[in-house]
């Protein structure tokens, strides 16, 4: 059967020893990438990983090759049913005065019954290796705050992400925008904030910068659980506090929250 891969390239304006810090080491890895994270390096180490933080088991990564500052090949979590792993390689090199980073992350099937893993992962990490860019470049070595949450939503996963996002939404942003595009955000509050598009996909993913969190992001995406949607939610900052984040984020995770309930979107608790 035909073996899929997931291959991505982009260049940091840092040098590969930071960027190889930021991906490997576990207090880094947190301040861009899964809220909860520990790492043994070395072969026959691993990094652990986990986006939820109640889950009593995060996927553990174990590295296979390990060649720092450079070379990176590592396990990923179980395929779909646990039939066998999706490695991921990573590959550093100093070009143009930063760093030339290439990702491949292999494994996947082509039968339809992975599509929905395929397209997942490498809108995942479309996203994730832009967050890394941004958090090297402008915030390395500075603890981020993260408040986020996952809403199962009933029906159609499509109608719940036109409630949120959109012109009409709770986060209210024209189609169509470019990534580096500049613009005013409407927020569920009825505030705004200017903003800068980091990465978006139609329907499926929502990421900016934005002037009301410090240069902190917004990231909403609709994921599926188990066949279930969810949106989900993050707001980050390296800028403010804890206490100062949650004060500004939590009625904009309570206005959604009531957008979905008013549409009768939300499954009943």
């Given amino acids: 059967m035909t073996i899929r891969s997931i291959e991505k390239e982009l260049w940091i304006d840092a040098a590969p020893e930071d960027v190889w810090r930021a991906f490997t080491d576990a207090q880094e890895i947190v301040n861009w990438f899964a809220p909860r994270a520990e790492s043994q390096p070395g072969v026959g180490g691993y990094i652990e990983l986990a986006w939820d933080l109640k889950a009593v088991q995060p996927s553990r990564c174990h590295i296979l090759e390990w060649r720092p500052h450079a070379h990176l090949l590592m396990t990923w979590r179980d ?146 659980i188990s066949g279930v949607p969810e949106v989900w939610i993050w707001a980050f900052s390296w800028q403010l506090s804890d206490a100062e984040l949650k004060t500004l984020t939590l009625p904009i995770f309570e206005a959604i929250r009531e957008r979905l309930s008013a549409g009768s979107l939300s499954l009943p608790k």
């Fill in 79 to 224: 395929a779909p049913g646990g039939e066998h792993e999706l490695p991921v390689e990573l590959t550093l090199a100093k070009q143009d005065g930063g760093t030339l980073l290439r990702l491949v992350h292999s494994g996947f099937l082509s039968d339809a019954s992975w599509d929905e893993e395929y397209e997942s992962h490498g809108r995942g990490w479309s996203y994730e290796l832009r967050s890394l860019k941004y958090y090297v470049e402008h915030h390395f070595g500075r603890a981020r705050q993260l408040v986020m949450e996952r809403l199962p939503v009933s029906g159609d996963g499509k109608a719940a992400w036109q409630a949120i996002v959109g012109p009409s939404g709770a986060f209210r942003v024209l189609d169509g925008l470019a990534e580096g595009a500049e613009f005013v955000l409407g927020l569920p509050t009825g505030e705004t904030t200017s903003a800068e598009l980091m990465f978006a996909v139609k329907d499926r993913d929502f990421v900016a910068t934005v002037s009301m969190l410090q240069g902190g992001l917004f990231r909403l995406a609709l994921e599926l």
